[in-house]
């Protein structure tokens, strides 16, 4: 179920599975976080052609197709009746999805039992510091604690110190694993790093899901 | 219990020589199935090797016309072709770090 925690900023942040109707606002906060975290790290005309709709099939596709184990959560912010971010195409019962986050078992670790992966973790821009990537993760390592992954990798842009930052104060750390990804979906070449986390019972360090 | 037995048999196969009926009650999934003399062969739909194959000797140059209209992005290929869409592979294309 989901229970409304309360991120700094003091607004309730609801936590749920993404249903399809969300695929819209999902990928409106991707594509703002892409646009103020990537400057630098990607080609800028590849973040200015960035297009929701687009971006909105591919998470279309995404949700049809989940399987066992796999899951994709959204953050819901309930925010003031006047809050003029609260727009009907946010989605529905007035909730304004501020973030979103997708893991389940890592994506090359086939035959590798027990080993999760985070593929990734957004929250508005507008909305940054105030908590709501903190409750997301924690619900993030939650979720992959209970499909029985004992650990999990995440790989994030090299260049983003923030994101890096954010997953370092969560327990995760950096290992000396990188790798470039070359196709169109980065917009050419992207540099990645990858992190590790345990997940196990008393293995938290950081802040404690 | 004359209509389970046709359970125990593979892909629903009645005991015996097969029939056209049995052949037209093939799933339509790419593999080429042929009947000769009650005896049912199966063969695989080509792999991407001989379909990209196919695609260079190709005579009139229906399929080149093609790939060069859709673009440098995408292969063509000609049906049957077999493939599979994995969650894991969707998610990498929506989001390819976290």
Redesign the interface.
């Known amino acids: 179920m989901a229970h409304p925690m309360t991120a700094a900023g003091g607004d309730a942040v609801v936590v749920r599975p993404a249903t399809p109707d969300d695929v819209e606002p999902l990928a409106a906060v991707q594509v703002r976080a892409w646009q103020a975290a990537y400057p630098g790290i990607m080609p800028q005309a590849f973040l200015d052609g960035l297009d929701v709709g687009r971006r909105a099939a591919m998470w279309r596709d995404v949700l049809g197709a989940l399987d066992v184990g796999r899951q994709v959560l959204v953050a819901v912010a309930d925010g003031p009746a006047d809050d003029p971010a609260d727009d009907p195409a946010d989605g529905p019962a007035g909730g304004v999805l501020t973030g979103f986050a997708a893991f389940g078992p890592a994506r090359d670790g086939a035959g590798t039992a027990g080993l999760g992966e985070l593929y990734a973790l957004n929250v508005d821009p507008s909305r940054w510091r105030i908590g709501i990537g903190s409750v997301l993760i924690g619900r993030v390592h939650a979720g992959l604690r209970a499909y029985g992954h004992g650990e999990a990798v995440l790989w994030v842009a090299t260049g983003n110190d923030r994101a890096r930052r954010f997953y370092e104060r969560h327990g995760w750390y950096a290992e000396p694993v990188t790798q470039v990804v070359t196709d169109a979906f980065v917009g050419g070449e992207l540099a990645e790093t990858r992190y590790r986390r345990r997940l196990s019972t008393g293995h938290g360090g950081g802040v404690a899901p | 219990m004359g209509a389970m037995t046709a359970s125990t048999e593979p892909a629903g196969l009645p005991p015996g020589p097969l029939t056209g009926a049995d052949l037209a009650g093939m799933p339509d999934v790419g593999h080429r199935y042929e009947l000769l003399d009650g005896v049912l062969v199966v063969t695989p739909a080509p792999g991407r090797s001989h379909q990209i194959a196919a695609f260079e000797l190709d005579g009139d140059g229906t399929y080149r016309r093609v790939a060069e209209a859709t673009g440098e992005?995408l292969l063509v290929v000609a049906r049957p072709f077999p493939f599979e869409?994995?969650?894991?592979d969707?998610?990498?294309?929506?989001?390819?770090?976290?």
Not at chain 2, 85 to 88: E, N, Y
């Open positions: 992005e869409v994995r969650p894991a969707l998610l990498r294309r929506a989001c390819p770090s976290g």
